[in-house]
């Protein structure tokens, strides 16, 4: 593994560079798990907002076997497709299948999708079941997409804007983008960010290359991560393999 700082002063980021994806799920797993006894032995309960997609699997498949007392930490998502769980598109299915197993079966689990037919018309139902989550976050692991969105922070997207204001009071908010496919819901950028452990999970040159062309200029509405980038009250970790 190598660390470096990232130089652009105004929008660092602190890259830790592993051989392969087994060797960054490992790490990955392994700070988040750190994240999550600490706020547990402080606080007597944690949470945790994790990321859908193919990446990540094998980081729940590490994770789930982490030594903690998991009765005590709420596993939610960063955003989800309006999906039922039947579907193959479902994050939280992902989350049921690869993480919420073995010792970490024990965890709470909050899916985001309500069941309402669109996520405008769950979303207050969302906003009231999020409201009973340990706050800040105790971890949220971000990932992001070729175009530079993170959670359902999409170039594009009608609430674009919402989503990513700094100063913003909802915790979650409806999505629709062209490039997302499905209408989603997401967190908003204010919960994620206050999180005690704030980590960007990517893999490949091309998302390499796509976080430091956000990390050297732009908007937040080119290329959405800026906006993690530009807010986090700390240099963004980032866990990165080829």
Same mark, same amino acid.
């Given at each position: 593994?190598?660390?470096?700082?990232?130089?652009?002063?105004? *929008? =660092?980021?602190?890259?830790? #560079?592993?051989?392969?994806?087994?060797? !960054? +799920?490992? $790490?990955? %797993? /392994?700070?988040? &798990?750190?994240?999550?006894?600490?706020?547990?032995?402080?606080?007597?309960?944690?949470?945790?907002?994790?990321?859908?997609?193919?990446?990540?699997?094998?980081?729940?498949?590490?994770?789930?076997?982490?030594?903690?007392?998991?009765?005590?930490?709420?596993?939610?998502?960063?955003?989800?497709?309006?999906?039922?769980?039947?579907?193959?598109?479902?994050?939280?299915?992902?989350?049921?299948?690869?993480?919420?197993?073995?010792?970490?079966?024990?965890?709470?689990? *909050? =899916?985001?999708?309500?069941? #309402?037919?669109?996520?405008?018309?769950? !979303? +207050?139902? $969302?906003? %009231? /079941?999020?409201? &009973?989550?340990?706050?800040?976050?105790?971890?949220?692991?971000?990932?992001?997409?070729?175009?530079?969105?993170?959670?359902?922070?999409?170039?594009?997207?009608?609430?674009?804007?919402?989503?990513?204001?700094?100063?913003?009071?909802?915790?979650?908010?409806?999505?629709?983008?062209?490039?997302?496919?499905?209408?989603?819901?997401?967190?908003?950028?204010?919960?994620?960010?206050?999180?005690?452990?704030?980590?960007?999970?990517?893999?490949?040159?091309?998302?390499?290359?796509?976080?430091?062309?956000? #990390?050297?200029?732009?908007?937040?509405?080119?290329?959405?991560?800026? %906006?993690?980038?530009?807010?986090?009250?700390?240099?963004?970790?980032?866990?990165?393999?080829?």
């Amino acid at each position: 593994m190598t660390t470096s700082s990232h130089p652009t002063p105004a *929008l =660092p980021f602190a890259l830790a #560079a592993y051989d392969d994806p087994a060797a !960054l +799920a490992r $790490a990955l %797993a /392994a700070h988040v &798990a750190e994240a999550l006894r600490a706020r547990v032995a402080s606080d007597g309960s944690a949470s945790l907002a994790v990321s859908g997609g193919r990446t990540p699997t094998r980081f729940f498949e590490t994770l789930s076997g982490a030594p903690l007392d998991w009765s005590r930490i709420t596993v939610t998502l960063v955003d989800e497709r309006w999906v039922p769980e039947t579907s193959d598109r479902s994050n939280a299915a992902l989350v049921r299948r690869h993480l919420l197993k073995g010792p970490a079966a024990a965890a709470r689990f *909050l =899916p985001l999708f309500t069941g #309402a037919p669109t996520p405008e018309e769950g !979303l +207050a139902e $969302a906003e %009231a /079941a999020v409201a &009973a989550l340990r706050a800040p976050f105790a971890a949220v692991v971000l990932g992001m997409g070729d175009d530079g969105h993170t959670a359902s922070f999409f170039p594009g997207a009608q609430a674009l804007a919402a989503a990513i204001d700094p100063a913003g009071t909802a915790r979650l908010i409806a999505v629709r983008a062209e490039a997302a496919g499905e209408p989603r819901i997401t967190f908003t950028l204010p919960p994620l960010i206050s999180a005690d452990l704030l980590l960007l999970h990517i893999e490949g040159a091309t998302k390499r290359a796509v976080l430091e062309r956000a #990390a050297a200029g732009g908007n937040g509405a080119d290329l959405p991560i800026r %906006a993690v980038l530009a807010n986090a009250p700390r240099p963004l970790d980032v866990l990165w393999c080829p």
